[in-house]
């Protein structure tokens, strides 16, 4: 049986698993937001830095799946937020393939998928907030440097 935290005590819980986010600790994170949400179901801040930490334990082993980071995405409060963070969880995962060894195509397909919800989420995206764009070209520069777009374009280049 789980130990549980004071209402009190959800602003620092939430500063700790931000800290653990960027010491890499994703789990102690994960685990922190679970605390957070299991007395205030609701609180934004939990439910954003969960799938964060979520979406940066893809690739480890007994890691989570593309599947509960989507689920996580959905509970966003917002249409705009949910677009936005399933981009970043297929972009995530792509980039997890990527880096695992996978074939480039599968990867780039996950990054592709992450881009079109890039532009849904461009499209409806808060005034001044153009997070969206700049994922977009972050995955467009991926794209351009996979190692079979650049045996691609060097075999159309040169004949080879």
């Known amino acids: 049986m789980l130990k ?12 700790l698993a931000e800290r653990y986010r960027l010491l890499n600790e994703p789990e102690q994170a994960a685990s922190i937001c679970h605390d957070v949400l299991a007395i205030d179901p609701d609180n934004a801040t939990a439910v954003r830095s969960l799938f964060l930490a979520t979406t940066e ?3 480890h ?10 689920r996580i995405a959905g509970r966003m409060g917002t249409e705009y937020e949910r677009v936005y963070y399933a981009g970043v969880a297929c ?29 849904r989420a461009e499209k409806m995206r808060p005034e001044g ?5 700049l994922r977009w070209n972050a995955c467009a520069r991926l794209i351009e440097e996979l190692p079979e777009r650049k045996d691609a374009e060097h075999e159309q280049m040169y004949g080879d």
Do not use: C, T
Not at 94 to 112: D, F, P, Y
Not at 129 to 133: E, F, G, K, L, V
């Open 129 to 133: 907030n153009d997070d969206a764009i």
């Open 4 to 15: 549980q935290i004071h209402a009190a005590a959800v602003p620092r819980a939430l500063e």
């Open 61 to 70: 082993r007994r890691g989570p799946k593309l599947e509960e980071a989507e």
């Open 57 to 59: 334990m893809f690739g």
């Open 91 to 119: 972009e995530r995962w792509g980039r997890v393939k990527l880096q695992s060894g996978e074939h480039a195509s599968m990867a780039a397909s996950w990054i592709h998928q992450a881009m079109d919800l890039y532009e």
